[in-house]
């Protein structure tokens, strides 16, 4: 499933003396199997952007097209939707039913699905992010932070989506329960699944995403890998983004002489640049 996204723009409270442009004139496309982050500053419109991709906002100009079809004209509007799934930051605190299985059947119940696939689409999702069967019968509101982040998850797996959205899907999690998401998501991504994330965190997204999109001030002002678009310390830090401390690290060291080749911005790379490095030395010495 392709998404592409032809000068978009949007604006908050029109024509008020609050008229704020929060998405300007921004093209991408996202192809199939992509792992795409999406990184800005906080007010940079990277929240407002992906709202647009499954047509929970309609665009003030411009087109959201889902496999050649402008998903907020299209006739199959409701089907195109149902194919993009998109979890908000902080999704757990939309849980509410008795247990965690008929939250998580909520989705394909909603849509006309039979009894039987609703709670085979749950049982699917739930083993999905990881979460036993001892919980499933729970209140959501009986789990840890965790374990309700990945509950809220899997109710949006168990529409099947081919793309996943998440905004921030780590934010307020402790180290562990962090660890966990990210992982749980990797690997949603690795059975073909589209992912777009937002996050600020530049070191998650280096981990994870093989392709970069950095906003500023509603506008997108890079897109490239992270190779290309961590290599830009100086322009990313004057737009108050803390590249990955793989990068920054690198960067100190060639400052100090040291010769590393450009383009790293993951520790392994790192580890594995400073070990040949210094075999090299040694094998000279």
Not at 56 to 79: A, H, R
Not at 205 to 213: F, Y
């Amino acid at each position: 499933m392709g998404i592409d996204v032809r000068h978009l723009s949007y604006t908050y409270n029109p024509g008020t003396p609050f008229e704020t442009k929060a998405v300007d004139d921004v093209s991408f496309e996202i192809r199939d199997g992509e792992f795409v982050g999406i990184i800005g500053h906080t007010g940079s419109g990277k929240s407002t952007l992906i709202q647009h991709l499954n047509a929970l906002i309609e665009p003030t100009s411009g087109s959201v097209l889902v496999d050649g079809e402008d998903i907020n004209f299209s006739k199959n509007k409701t089907s195109l939707r149902r194919r993009i799934g998109l979890v908000f930051q902080y999704p757990e605190y939309q849980l509410f039913e008795e247990t965690v299985l008929k939250d998580v059947s909520f989705g394909p119940k909603n849509i006309g699905k039979t009894e039987d696939e609703c709670l085979s689409a749950a049982r699917q999702a739930l083993q999905l992010v990881g979460l036993s069967e001892d919980s499933w019968e729970k209140s959501p509101f009986e789990l840890s932070g965790g374990q309700q982040r990945r509950a809220a998850l899997a109710g949006v797996l168990a529409m099947q989506p081919e793309v996943l959205i998440l905004d921030e899907p780590a934010a307020g999690l402790d180290p562990s329960g962090r660890k966990e998401i990210l992982n749980i998501i990797r690997r949603i991504h690795s059975y073909g699944t589209t992912v777009v994330m937002v996050s600020h965190s530049m070191d998650d997204v280096a981990r994870l995403c093989d392709r970069i999109i950095v906003m500023e001030k509603g506008k997108k002002v890079m897109d490239g890998t992270p190779a290309e678009v961590f290599s830009c310390v100086e322009e990313l830090e004057a737009m108050g983004l803390k590249p990955p401390s793989a990068a920054l690290l690198a960067k100190r060291l060639k400052q100090r002489g040291i010769d590393i080749n450009d383009g790293i911005y993951t520790l392994a790379d790192l580890a594995d640049e400073l070990k040949n490095r210094l075999g090299g030395i040694k094998k000279g010495a």
